[in-house]
C-alpha cells in the first residue's frame, strides 16, 4: 500500500516538475499537492505497520473504513460513511418502514444520544424522550462502539426483546428497559379534530409525507361535508426532518407562488431554488388560515417548512425556537462499498435566511407547563450545541436549550391548546393572522438597515 503511494508521489512531482515555469499561484498549489501525497505516504506507511504488527492480524476492509468514516466525522457531525449494511437501513428510514425500537439517534461523547422517539414506537412507549443516553445495549457498553454498530445491536427480528440502560440527566439512577423490537412503519401523518379544529401530525419527512398530508388535508374537508375548516394546524414538533424534496412538496401544499427554500453549496451545482406553483390543494386552503407548532426538536425539513409560511406570510408559528440544522446532506452512493453522507450546501428561507446552528423563532412564544421530574431536562440547544458543527452565516448562534417536551394528554399542551384558541377566536395575537403585507414591508426595512450599516 505504501509502494503504491510512493509511486502516486513520484508520478505527480515529474508531470508537475515537466510543466515548466510557473507563477506564484501555481507554486502555492504544487506545495499543497505535495503535501496532500505526503500525508497519503503517511497513511500507507501506518496502514503497512498495522497489517505487519499489530498484535492480531486485523480486517483490512473495517481499517480503511474506519479511516474512511474517521475522515468524514471530522468535517462535522451530519458528514459519516454508510456501510452497504448502513446505507440499507438508511433507504428503508427515508421508505417509511423498517425494524427496530423506533428511535432517532446520534453519537455524542461516545455514546448513543436520542434526538427523538418515533410516535407509537416500541421506544416511546417504554417513555425514553429527547435527550436520553444509550449506554448500555444487551449487557454491551455502547463507549467505544460507532453508531452503526449501536444501531445495527438495538434492530433485530420482530418480536425478540432487547435490553437498553439509558442514562437521564437529573436521574439518581440508570434506568434499565427491555423493549420488543417491532416493525416500525412511520406513519409520517396523522390527523384528528380537536375542539373541531383538525389537528395535522407530522412526525417525520419520510417518502410518505406529502402524500400522507394531501390525503389528510383532503379527509378533512370531506368529513367537513365539502366546506374549508375554520383553520387547519401543522404539528411539526420534535419533527427530525427527512427529504428535502418532500419538505418542499410539504410547503408547495400551502403555498400558490414565491420561493419554498435555497441551497447554496462551494460549487455551482449545489446552488438551487425551489418555487411553490398553484395547485388543487392551496387552491383548498386559500382562505384557510394556518398555524403551525414549532419546537427545540423541529429540524431540518420541518424548519424549511416553518420557515418558508413564516417568510410568505402564510402561517404563524406557535411554540419554541427550532433546532437550527439549516445544512443539506447528499447520499453518495459508492457501489458495493455502501455510500457516504456529505454535507454539501446550507439552506435558506425564502427571506434568505441561514438557520444553521441559530433556529427559526416562533412568531408567538408559547412554553410548556413541564413536570418537575424533566424540568431542565426537556431543555436542547439543538445544532449549535453538537461538538464540530459548521458555523450558520448569522452572527449569532444558540445559547440556551429550547424546549422539546409535549405532554402526552392533549388538555395539557398549551401551545395546542392556545393555537387552538386563535383560531375559534378564543385568544387574539397580532401575530395571527399574519399580515403577508406588513411582513414584506419589515422584511424591505430590514434589509435597508443592513445595507445602510455596510
Given at each position: 500500500m505504501a509502494l503504491v503511494f510512493k509511486r502516486a508521489l513520484i508520478v505527480m512531482l515529474a508531470i508537475a516538475a515537466s510543466v515548466g515555469p510557473v507563477t506564484a499561484q501555481s507554486e502555492q498549489t504544487q506545495l499543497e499537492q505535495e503535501e496532500l501525497y505526503r500525508q497519503l505516504e503517511l497513511f500507507g506507511l501506518v496502514l503497512d505497520r498495522i497489517r505487519d504488527e499489530y498484535i492480531e492480524a486485523p480486517d483490512e476492509t473495517e481499517l480503511i473504513r474506519a479511516a474512511i468514516q474517521g475522515m468524514l466525522t471530522s468535517l462535522d457531525p451530519h458528514s459519516a460513511y454508510l456501510s452497504p449494511e448502513s446505507f440499507a437501513d438508511v433507504r428503508e428510514d427515508t421508505s417509511g418502514t423498517f425494524g427496530g425500537l423506533g428511535i432517532e439517534v446520534t453519537m455524542e461523547e461516545g455514546v448513543v444520544k436520542v434526538v427523538t422517539p418515533y410516535d407509537d414506537s416500541p421506544a416511546s412507549r417504554a417513555g425514553i424522550l429527547a435527550n436520553d443516553y444509550v449506554v448500555e445495549i444487551d449487557g454491551q457498553q455502547v463507549m467505544g462502539m460507532t453508531l452503526d454498530d449501536a444501531v445495527e445491536l438495538m434492530r433485530g427480528e420482530v418480536g425478540t426483546d432487547v435490553d437498553v440502560v439509558i442514562s437521564r440527566d437529573g436521574a439518581e439512577q440508570l434506568i434499565e428497559l427491555t423493549l420488543t423490537r417491532d416493525i416500525i412503519s412511520v406513519s409520517a401523518v396523522r390527523w384528528s379534530m380537536e375542539r373541531d379544529v383538525p389537528l395535522i401530525r407530522l412526525s417525520r419527512f419520510s417518502g410518505q409525507a406529502y402524500s400522507g398530508l394531501t390525503d389528510a388535508i383532503q379527509e378533512v374537508f370531506e368529513e367537513n361535508d365539502g366546506e374549508a375548516p375554520e383553520g387547519i394546524i401543522l404539528d411539526l414538533r420534535n419533527n427530525p426532518g427527512g427529504l428535502v424534496d418532500q419538505a418542499q412538496f410539504v410547503a408547495d401544499a400551502f403555498l400558490s407562488e414565491g420561493s419554498v427554500v435555497l441551497t447554496r453549496g462551494r460549487i455551482p451545482n449545489q446552488n438551487s431554488r425551489y418555487d411553490a406553483s398553484a395547485?388543487?390543494?392551496?387552491?383548498?386552503?386559500?382562505?384557510?388560515?394556518?398555524?403551525?407548532?414549532?419546537?427545540?426538536?423541529?429540524?431540518?425539513?420541518?424548519?424549511?417548512?416553518?420557515?418558508?409560511?413564516?417568510?410568505?406570510?402564510?402561517?404563524?408559528?406557535?411554540?419554541?425556537?427550532?433546532?437550527?440544522?439549516?445544512?443539506?446532506?447528499?447520499?453518495?452512493?459508492?457501489?458495493?462499498?455502501?455510500?457516504?453522507?456529505?454535507?454539501?450546501?446550507?439552506?435558506?428561507?425564502?427571506?434568505?435566511?441561514?438557520?444553521?446552528?441559530?433556529?427559526?423563532?416562533?412568531?408567538?412564544?408559547?412554553?410548556?407547563?413541564?413536570?418537575?421530574?424533566?424540568?431542565?431536562?426537556?431543555?436542547?440547544?439543538?445544532?449549535?450545541?453538537?461538538?464540530?458543527?459548521?458555523?450558520?452565516?448569522?452572527?449569532?448562534?444558540?445559547?440556551?436549550?429550547?424546549?422539546?417536551?409535549?405532554?402526552?394528554?392533549?388538555?395539557?399542551?398549551?401551545?395546542?391548546?392556545?393555537?387552538?384558541?386563535?383560531?375559534?377566536?378564543?385568544?387574539?395575537?397580532?401575530?395571527?393572522?399574519?399580515?403577508?403585507?406588513?411582513?414584506?414591508?419589515?422584511?424591505?426595512?430590514?434589509?435597508?438597515?443592513?445595507?445602510?450599516?455596510?
Open positions: 395547485d388543487e390543494i392551496d387552491a383548498m386552503l386559500t382562505d384557510v388560515p394556518i398555524i403551525v407548532l414549532i419546537n427545540g426538536g423541529s429540524a431540518s425539513a420541518a424548519e424549511i417548512v416553518a420557515g418558508a409560511l413564516q417568510d410568505q406570510g402564510r402561517a404563524t408559528l406557535v411554540g419554541t425556537r427550532s433546532f437550527g440544522k439549516g445544512s443539506v446532506q447528499s447520499i453518495i452512493p459508492l457501489g458495493f462499498d455502501g455510500a457516504m453522507r456529505l454535507t454539501t450546501a446550507r439552506y435558506y428561507t425564502p427571506n434568505n435566511r441561514s438557520i444553521q446552528a441559530l433556529g427559526i423563532t416562533p412568531d408567538i412564544e408559547v412554553l410548556q407547563d413541564v413536570p418537575e421530574e424533566f424540568q431542565g431536562r426537556d431543555l436542547l440547544i439543538g445544532e449549535a450545541g453538537l461538538a464540530g458543527h459548521i458555523s450558520g452565516e448569522a452572527e449569532e448562534e444558540a445559547t440556551v436549550g429550547s424546549s422539546v417536551y409535549v405532554p402526552a394528554e392533549r388538555s395539557e399542551d398549551n401551545q395546542l391548546q392556545y393555537a387552538i384558541d386563535l383560531i375559534l377566536g378564543e385568544a387574539e395575537d397580532p401575530a395571527f393572522p399574519p399580515n403577508p403585507d406588513a411582513i414584506i414591508a419589515q422584511q424591505q426595512t430590514d434589509e435597508a438597515e443592513v445595507t445602510e450599516s455596510q
